[in-house]
């Protein structure tokens, strides 16, 4: 059995490879380690070989497994679709959230926003590929999307994210993302700095057209259960 720190050190190694055939500085894009259906056990020892950010796609799940490991400097990312039953929890237990898509969920997000925490980080995920089956805001209906957000004062806009449709060829796995890059980058907004890109399969691909942080989870701890 392959262990989690053989499986860090090959995907560590794969993105610092990735920045290099990129021309981007080393370290310019940092690694989110996936961790849904993964037990506590399986992050303190991922955090042990210097992990920080973790995320997670399902709440109830994620807040025993913070419980768990209370005594880790961890920065817990959630990933996941958002309810909006689901949102004072999410703003209260979280440093960031990947997956707002509507001015609904920000705004709840921002009400629900401990005044004792900072301002909770934001990526608005566009989908980006138009599928149907995807949640995500029209690459059309995103500036105005950012401008609402940017208002809010507990929420720091820091960024997009997306999932686009699963492709084979390198070139046509770039398209996607580098049409995000430009659209986002066309708002001019300095706080945007973080695009939310790439998984196991078009890790390549992300880091080339503007990743900022690459969200990997069965490369990192191996098959989960449901496969």
């Known amino acids: 059995m392959v262990?989690?720190?053989?499986?860090?050190?090959e995907?560590?190694?794969?993105?610092?490879?990735?920045?290099?055939?990129?021309?981007?500085?080393?370290?310019?894009?940092?690694?989110?380690?996936?961790?849904?259906?993964?037990?506590?056990?399986?992050?303190?020892?991922?955090?042990?070989?210097?992990?920080?950010?973790?995320?997670?796609?399902?709440l109830q799940e994620a807040l025993q497994k913070q419980q768990q490991l209370a005594a880790f400097d961890i920065s817990w990312h959630f990933i996941g679709p958002i309810q909006s039953n689901k949102t004072r929890p999410?703003?209260?237990?979280?440093?960031?959230?990947?997956?707002?898509?509507?001015?609904?969920?920000a705004e709840r997000l921002n009400e629900q926003r401990p005044d004792y925490l900072p301002p909770l980080n934001i990526c608005l995920q566009v989908n980006i590929s138009g599928?149907?089956?995807?949640s995500g805001v029209?690459?059309?209906?995103?500036?105005?999307?950012?401008?609402?957000?940017?208002?809010?004062?507990?929420?720091?806009?820091?960024?997009?994210?997306?999932?686009?449709?699963?492709?084979?060829?390198?070139?046509?796995q770039r398209l996607p993302y580098r049409r995000l890059y430009q659209a986002a980058m066309a708002l001019n907004r300095p706080q945007m700095d973080t695009f939310s890109f790439?998984?196991?399969?078009?890790?390549?691909?992300a880091v080339t057209e503007g990743a900022t942080l690459v969200r990997i989870g069965t490369a990192l701890f191996g098959a989960r259960p449901s496969q």
């Not at 999410?90 to 969920?105: E, N, P």
């Not at 790439?198 to 691909?205: F, H, I, N, Q, Y």
């Open 3 to 9: 262990s989690i720190a053989a499986r860090f050190a």
């Open 131 to 134: 599928e149907m089956t995807k």
């Open 198 to 205: 790439g998984m196991s399969g078009d890790l390549l691909a």
């Open 90 to 105: 999410i703003a209260a237990h979280f440093a960031w959230v990947h997956s707002v898509d509507r001015f609904k969920i």
């Open 138 to 172: 029209g690459l059309a209906e995103l500036p105005a999307l950012v401008e609402q957000v940017a208002q809010l004062p507990r929420l720091r806009l820091r960024g997009v994210m997306a999932i686009p449709e699963p492709a084979t060829e390198f070139e046509t």
């Open 11 to 58: 995907v560590r190694g794969q993105l610092r490879e990735a920045e290099i055939a990129a021309g981007r500085p080393p370290g310019s894009v940092q690694l989110l380690a996936v961790s849904k259906t993964k037990p506590a056990a399986d992050l303190a020892a991922a955090y042990r070989l210097g992990q920080r950010h973790f995320g997670e796609n399902y």
